[in-house]
């Protein structure tokens, strides 16, 4: 029964936050699109399509757990077990950008 419960007010939770971001949206367009670009107006629907593709295009639909917490940790902890020696060819391996700059775990 208690999962019953959760999963209605995780439901109501999500339709509500997503009826207040689609009138967000909504408004925003509105206000700022039809006079800057001359865009058209948005309905509510239309709004919550673009907040969905937007999603879907930017954000995807994975969760969010607040990443992979132990993964900083357990570089640190091989970044102190490396020798001189494995550390310069670790930082060799990491160079990135037009200029080559090494990375710093």
């Excluded at 997503?18 to 925003?28: E, I, P, Q, R």
């Excluded at 399509?49 to 900083?72: D, E, N, Q, T, V």
Aim: charged fraction near 25%; proline fraction near 5%; charge should be positive.
């Amino acid at each position: 029964m208690r999962k019953v419960h959760k999963g209605i007010k995780i439901l109501l939770f999500v339709v509500v936050g997503a009826t207040v971001l689609g009138f967000v949206v909504k408004g925003l367009w509105n206000c700022l699109m039809p006079e800057l670009f001359g865009f058209h107006h948005l309905t509510f629907w239309q709004a919550l399509g673009l907040l969905l593709l937007a999603k879907i295009f930017f954000g995807g639909f994975h969760r969010h757990s607040g990443g992979h917490p132990g993964w900083r940790n357990r570089m640190r902890e091989r970044w102190e077990k490396m020798t001189p020696e494995e550390r310069e060819r670790f930082r060799e391996g990491m160079r990135c950008g037009p200029f080559g700059r090494a990375v710093e775990p």
